[in-house]
């Protein structure tokens, strides 16, 4: 689920001697904000760090023990071949997702440009609705879908003779379970990264296009060469913000496979919620959720970098 | 074919892509279970039956997560919007110290991965006996809330010329009369639309939901959906009916403000 509003451009307040008898009037509106932010958000960051250096398992918690540990559970973290086996994956998965979310994107964008009135406003439709599905909706609906006895698409595979589907369990085997959730997450995506991208097309004078045509260039060409190399801030955006997103795939992951089969589409969501929530591995788990914040704050450093330029 | 007919078609092919598993929910939901574990599947739902909705609409435990849905949702809208204003009006009205800062601030914390954060929240609430309680919920979706509406608030509230405020305090209006007759009316518009987006949070977030309640009777509807899963026998006529009367808001909220959000596309982006 995503939405996303411009807010107007900021213009400066002028501070008139009337407004300095208010002096303490911002810090009062600020209160009930701070509170909700700062408390409810920079709180449990810190305590999670702090967690990440303790030994955090739940006989600690019961009997509200801290064991400083140093950096055991990094290194313990950092040895665990589970973790490395994760950690590929999930870029990797999201690495697939985003390619095909683009590329889906770019060509659903070039239609919506190209065809009549109400084709356009067909696709449109359809698309604002996967885009309204919410993400957890999606997920079930998708598990419906590949169901292996009822499932629609085994019926579909197996009518049109593209292969013997009856029974075919989607979910039991680690690579087909992967196609499930990255058509779960293509789709759910798709929408948000072709609007924006069609919004950029209008942006582009026509005259750019045709003067290339004329000189005899073809339809790949012109986009690779013209409209592309415009439109790539809006490409930079939606790449990092659907790295962002195809790393935390819990809800996906977790209401069809659960990890599975034999913990093979575990992702690092779901890695820090069995081993926190359901081990009580708490310390360890944190050392686990710091890292992947690291990792997504340095590829958000890269959106804000992508947005500012966007604005120059 | 020309040219046009053939992106027409690909049009129509991707639109029914696109709609296919939305569709398949509906006509699953209005089926009866033998055509639902029938081969081969019926593309319509002929005769149509509303007994899946019916067997929701008459379980105990939908209404119960459904109470506890709203009770969240319409807590976080109203307190969020409120609290976000106040916030926005102190960082466009006024300049103070450490208003920089404050800005900066909310634009960090909007960037920590919410999923990296259920350990430190499950362990917080379950230390303050919060932990199920819908209450906690409610403090956690705030604090995801508030950093991007008062944010984006900020910019309507500046957008709006302050000598209009000026004029109506000139002929004598309060502080709080010029808030209320002059600011409000004017920037009522960004109330609406960040409260759609703090709506869809609220209301579609499953992660923290999840992990946060795990007493049943507090469940809300999104935990109460995928309570459906897992069962032995196939449950998705009436889980597939759930799933209708969850999205069916949402969707009509986003056909409201599609037009608005497609528009502003590329200036600031959240995803819950």
């Known amino acids: 689920m995503s939405i996303t509003l411009a807010p107007p451009p900021v213009t400066r307040t002028p501070v008139t001697p009337a407004r300095r008898r208010w002096r303490s009037t911002p810090y009062l509106l600020l209160i009930p904000a701070t509170v909700a932010v700062f408390a409810t958000l920079l709180y449990p960051v810190g305590r999670m760090i702090a967690l990440s250096f303790q030994r955090g398992n739940l006989g600690d918690l019961v009997t509200r023990r801290t064991v400083w540990v140093g950096l055991d559970n990094y290194r313990s973290v950092l040895t665990d071949p589970v973790f490395w086996t994760v950690l590929p994956r999930t870029a990797g998965f999201a690495s697939v997702c985003v390619i095909l979310t683009l590329t889906v994107a770019t060509g659903a964008a070039l239609l919506l440009q190209h065809a009549s009135r109400w084709a356009r406003v067909l696709l449109s439709a359809g698309m604002v609705i996967a885009w309204a599905t919410p993400v957890l909706i999606g997920a079930v609906v998708f598990k419906w879908l590949f169901d292996a006895e009822f499932g629609v698409v085994n019926w579909l595979l197996t009518e049109s003779g593209l292969c013997d589907c009856r029974h075919r369990s989607w979910l039991g085997d680690q690579w087909s379970a992967f196609a499930v959730l990255v058509s779960i997450v293509v789709w759910g995506a798709v929408p948000f990264a072709a609007l924006s991208v069609y919004a950029g097309l209008l942006t582009v004078p026509p005259e750019l296009g045709e003067a290339a045509r004329v000189d005899g260039a073809g339809g790949f060409r012109i986009f690779w060469r013209i409209t592309f190399p415009l439109l790539r801030p809006i490409y930079a955006i939606l790449t990092v913000l659907s790295v962002i997103w195809d790393t935390k795939v819990f809800p996906q992951v977790w209401l069809t496979t659960k990890g599975g089969p034999y913990q093979g589409t575990v992702m690092l969501g779901v890695y820090i919620y069995q081993k926190g929530i359901v081990g009580s591995q708490f310390g360890v788990a944190s050392t686990i959720a710091v890292l992947m914040t690291v990792l997504l704050l340095g590829l958000s450093w890269i959106y804000i970098r992508a947005m500012r330029q966007e604005a120059r | ?272």
């Open chain 2, 1 to 272: 074919m020309t040219r046009r007919a053939l992106v027409n078609g690909a049009c129509v092919v991707l639109a029914v892509l696109f709609v296919f598993p939305v569709y398949w929910m509906a006509s699953t939901a209005l089926k009866p279970d033998a055509d639902i574990v029938s081969y081969p599947p019926g593309l319509l739902p002929w005769p149509i039956e509303f007994g899946h909705f019916a067997r929701v609409l008459g379980d105990g435990a939908f209404w119960a997560a459904l109470r506890a849905s709203l009770t969240v949702t319409v807590t976080v809208v109203t307190a969020g919007t409120l609290v976000a204003l106040m916030a926005a009006v102190a960082l466009a009205r006024f300049t103070f110290r450490g208003r920089t800062g404050f800005v900066l601030g909310l634009i960090i914390v909007q960037m920590i991965p919410g999923e990296a954060l259920f350990i430190p929240f499950y362990l917080m609430l379950r230390e303050v006996r919060l932990l199920g309680q819908l209450a906690g919920l409610m403090l956690v979706y705030l604090s995801i809330t508030v950093p991007f509406t008062a944010w984006m608030l900020r910019g309507f509230v500046a957008s709006i010329p302050v000598d209009l405020e000026e004029a109506a305090a000139m002929d004598g209006a309060s502080r709080w009369q010029t808030f209320w007759r002059v600011l409000f009316p004017l920037v009522a518009p960004g109330l609406l639309a960040t409260s759609i987006f703090s709506f869809i949070t609220a209301w579609t977030e499953f992660t923290y939901a999840y992990v946060l309640i795990n007493d049943p009777r507090n469940y809300p509807l999104p935990v109460y959906i995928q309570s459906f899963i897992g069962r032995d026998d196939v449950d998705y006529g009436p889980q597939m009916a759930v799933a209708f009367l969850f999205t069916l808001p949402v969707v009509v909220f986003f056909l409201l403000v599609q037009r608005r959000a497609v528009a502003g596309m590329s200036a600031g982006a959240v995803k819950g």
